[in-house]
């Protein structure tokens, strides 16, 4: 016996998926999957770790996760990182690929997990999970209108009533500059009010400081100019065009002045989905366009936008509307096999082979219980079928079929027995 025995948690901030759990979970990455593939959209996957590089030039120097949450390892050039985001895996594949040249528009898809440092607290993962968009190669404002569509379409697959579709516009290396000096300005006599971070953030980004979530933040906040007063005219009028389409699908979305995210690459549109069951942290998901990322990574001048569905906080706001109801999952067998007797074990382990090759969901007993508590098992799945095998059957070759729903018997030799499962299980449609 072991003496010095060990419990070890999961890592603080990441959780397992638990059987239970599978059934909505792969509902939800088969409605995005859906989606995304009639949108256009094909799938890539991108390695979790990359040259830390690409997330400091991407995901931008002086945002909160290249500052304080990424898990790095190793030093120089042979640092790596493992991937708090999936957009600049994604403009690196295209470009170390050469997709533009097979065609000069892309649109990409990634479902993966991906993982940030951050404080743990309710909804903030260390390992979670994104379903994301990119489509590169568009400065249409109609393409920014039809990923918000998108996103849109992924809720309404799963049942998601009541998300809330936020959008703002945060101008582009036009613009920027002359707005970020105002906000300096503006926010110069209170900077020494405003949260330990925001006071970090008034050198580094002083736009996040707009949308800190803290009181002392949001009260000096209230009265500065929201970025689309100060847009450019290429700004205004593109962001006009996205709410001009959205309105003539007639989408609900609201403007909120004050969002500007969390990732330094965005320009122009940029919008978050939330939903309200899901308390402070209520995003389900992020997303904007992203004009300059693929030139500065090398390639040629090209607008992108897209977006990344939260997981974790999409799975809980479904549980939350639709309560018990979410976990309740049908069981994948359909026969469960029932040995009597120790010496027909070996021939039930042949009947289950022989019901897996013919596709059927089998399962049976692996710890030599009484054919009773073999039962109880079967009833508990709540399989279609038992099949039962015993000295008899295995010296006869055949099976005993019951049908669990009628408690009908049949004893067929083995590959009939097996053909008849097929086929009921066929004509019911499983
Ligand atoms: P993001 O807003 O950082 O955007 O993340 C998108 C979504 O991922 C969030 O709305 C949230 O649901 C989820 N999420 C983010 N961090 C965590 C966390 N620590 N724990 C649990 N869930 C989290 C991006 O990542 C951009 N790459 C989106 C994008 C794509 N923009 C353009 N293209």
Not at 96 to 119: D, N, T, V
């Amino acid at each position: 016996m072991a003496t010095d025995a060990m419990r070890i948690a999961a890592p603080l901030g990441t959780h397992d998926v638990l059987p239970g759990e599978w059934a909505l979970w792969r509902e939800l990455e088969q409605a995005a999957r859906t989606e995304f593939e009639r949108f256009g959209y094909q799938e890539v996957r991108t390695p979790v770790f990359e040259d830390t590089r690409l997330f400091v030039r991407g995901t931008g120097e002086t945002t909160d996760i290249v500052q304080k949450e990424m898990y790095t390892f190793g030093e120089g050039d042979d640092s790596i990182t493992l991937r708090p985001e999936g957009t600049p895996p994604i403009v690196r594949s295209c470009l170390e690929h050469e997709l533009f040249k097979a065609k000069k528009f892309q649109k990409l898809y990634y479902i993966g997990p991906m993982f940030r440092r951050e404080r743990p607290q309710a909804g903030r993962l260390r390992q979670f999970h994104q379903m994301g968009i990119e489509a590169l190669g568009g400065y249409d404002p109609l393409l920014d209108a039809e990923t918000i569509v998108l996103a849109g379409r992924v809720f309404d697959r799963v049942g998601l009533a009541g998300y809330q579709v936020k959008l703002n516009s945060v101008g582009c290396p036009k613009c920027r500059p002359g707005y970020r000096a105002i906000l300096r300005e503006k926010l110069t006599p209170s900077r020494e009010k405003l949260c330990e971070s925001c006071q970090a953030r008034f050198d580094r980004n002083v736009f996040r400081i707009l949308d800190c979530k803290r009181d002392q933040c949001k009260a000096i906040c209230a009265d500065l100019p929201p970025p689309q007063q100060h847009a450019c005219e290429e700004c205004a009028k593109h962001f006009a065009a996205v709410l001009e389409a959205l309105k003539r699908i007639e989408l609900p979305f609201s403007v909120e002045p004050k969002l500007v995210r969390g990732l330094d690459y965005y320009t122009k549109t940029v919008y978050e989905i939330t939903h309200s069951s899901l308390g402070a942290r209520d995003a389900v998901c992020g997303g904007g366009r992203y004009d300059n990322m693929v030139e500065e990574f090398g390639g040629p001048p090209m607008g992108a936008v897209g977006f990344a569905i939260g997981m974790e906080a999409t799975l809980l706001a479904i549980r939350n509307i639709r309560g018990e109801a979410a976990h309740a999952i049908a069981s994948p067998t359909d026969v469960y096999v029932i040995c009597i007797g120790n010496e027909s074990r070996g021939y039930g382990f042949g009947v289950l082979d022989a019901l897996r090759k013919k596709g059927v969901a089998t399962d049976g007993d692996y710890e030599a219980r009484s054919p009773k508590a073999q039962m109880r098992t079967a009833n508990k799945l709540g399989v279609r079928f038992a099949v039962v095998v015993g000295s008899d059957e295995m010296t006869q070759g055949v099976v005993t079929v019951k049908t669990m729903s009628t408690g009908e018997e049949a004893k067929l030799p083995l590959p009939e027995g097996v053909e008849f499962i097929v086929n009921k299980l066929k004509s019911a449609g499983s």
